[in-house]
């Protein structure tokens, strides 16, 4: 084995990132009233503007195959969290709306899940350290799309 790549800075960097995220989404996600996959596409149609979003891009932004996130998405409309509408760009396609329903529970979820997050992610943390992170987590993003 290799003692100095088992040791890189770089390889326990990303282990803290990992062991922290592993840490922190079941607590910030705890009592959201839905499914924590639903949470996500609920919160991602809630700050959309018009409150829709084509279902691939949709599936793109929660990390699920096309498959998957049809199943899901089916699973929401039976529950009346959101509806499909037709893409008026693009008559192949479709789109997922929030509905008032989806409103509703997403505004319960996020009462627990801000909670959580101001006590377990933002609230060890300085303003100085926040915005820190902010910066480093987008420039990652930025980095990676």
Not at 15 to 35: K, N, Q, S
Not at 97 to 107: H, I, N, P, R
Not at 117 to 142: F, N, Q, Y
Request: aromatic share 4%.
């Amino acid at each position: 084995m290799n003692e100095q790549l088992l040791n890189d800075d770089d390889v326990t960097l990303y282990g803290l990132f990992v062991e922290a995220f592993a840490r922190l989404r079941p607590l910030v996600h705890h009592d959201l009233g839905v499914p924590d996959t639903w949470f996500e596409v609920l919160l991602r149609l809630g700050r959309t503007p018009g409150h829709g979003l084509r279902m691939t891009d949709l599936a793109e932004a929660v990390s699920f195959s096309s498959g998957g996130f049809t199943r899901l998405a089916d699973r929401m409309v039976q529950e009346g969290l959101i509806r499909r509408d037709p893409d008026p760009a693009d008559r192949r396609a479709a789109l997922a709306v929030l509905t008032d329903k989806g409103s509703e529970a997403l505004d319960r979820a996020l009462t627990a899940h801000v909670s959580h997050l101001r006590s377990h992610v933002t609230g060890p943390l300085s303003a100085e350290d926040r915005r820190h992170l902010e910066r480093i987590l987008r420039v990652l993003r930025g980095a990676n799309e």
